[in-house]
């Protein structure tokens, strides 16, 4: 049987800004990097806390690791809602080698992948369960971006939000760490799309690609300002617990601001990872 493993899958088709490391980070860096060890499946791997880091390189799994611990806080802080990641917990952490080909197009054929990327640009990864998967860029600061947003849904998870479930609340935080405003039509109808099924999501009949931008526009609006921001941790919460995200009350009364934000909106070109954008004080 085939498994339905499509369930936090990011596309990026530009690459991210540098991320300069501190020196503290980099002295961080070497430490951990003489801790890692190659294991039987020839992958770079070292525990870490509450994770398990493995890549194609032994820097690579170093760097993970102290970015992960600098994320993990970042998310802390920015998450909205009462309910709380938990202090434990045991997340892996798998970075693929993109430039291996070979490698690449196994691992498509095991997770059941059958379409094909033709803007590849190696920024493209899934959650399941506690485990985070994507596939490297030729360096780690080009991957960030797929790396935060995979940590992300595993986050959510573990917080109660079932990978399959809610997709727009999924995708939505999961993004807002993916710092590339886009394009959203100006159609899009919030009650349509709050409440979405992951089934919905990915059935073909509406746009993947629209429906995570305007997910991810939707969590920058609800992030503006206190009260909105407020009604997002409520949103949140409810939905950490099974329940509807927002009433159509609640909705209706939202619609008016989302419409004009929808309009105001100008894609940014930039992508930055997250914490790239905290170190520019963005
Ligand atoms: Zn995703």
Redesign the pocket.
């Known amino acids: 049987m085939k498994k339905t493993l499509f369930v936090?899958?990011?596309f990026i088709t530009s690459a991210a800004h540098a991320f300069e490391w501190t020196p503290a980070e980099e002295r961080q860096i070497a430490a951990i990097q003489k801790q890692v060890k190659r294991d039987r499946d020839g992958a770079w791997t070292v525990e870490r806390g509450n994770y398990a880091f493995r890549s194609h390189d032994a820097r690579f799994t170093a760097e993970m690791a102290v970015y992960t611990a600098l994320f993990e806080k970042a998310f802390r802080d920015t998450m909205p809602c009462k309910t709380k990641l938990p202090g434990k917990f045991k997340i892996t952490v798998t970075a693929y080698d993109g430039n291996n080909d070979k490698q690449r197009n196994e691992i498509f054929k095991r997770v059941g992948f059958t379409g094909e990327i033709t803007t590849w640009r190696y920024g493209w990864g899934w959650g399941e369960g506690s485990n985070a998967y994507f596939f490297a860029n030729k360096c780690f600061s080009e991957s960030q971006i797929v790396l935060e947003?995979e940590l992300a849904?595993v986050y959510l998870f573990l917080m109660g939000l079932p990978h399959e479930s809610l997709r727009f609340i999924?995708?939505g935080f999961?993004?807002y760490f993916y710092p590339k405003k886009q394009r959203v039509p100006l159609s899009y109808n919030l009650k349509d799309y709050v409440n979405m099924s992951h089934a919905k999501w990915f059935d073909g009949s509406v746009s993947v690609q629209e429906n995570g931008a305007a997910s991810q526009l939707f969590m920058y609006f609800m992030m503006e300002g206190p009260k909105r921001r407020e009604l997002l941790g409520t949103m949140l919460d409810r939905a950490f617990k099974g329940m509807k995200p927002l009433t159509d009350a609640e909705i209706k009364k939202l619609e008016p601001a989302w419409n004009a934000y929808m309009k105001m909106t100008e894609p940014e070109q930039r992508e930055q990872s997250h914490l790239s954008r905290i170190r520019e004080g963005r």
């Open positions: 936090a899958v990011l947003h849904h999924h995708e999961a993004s």
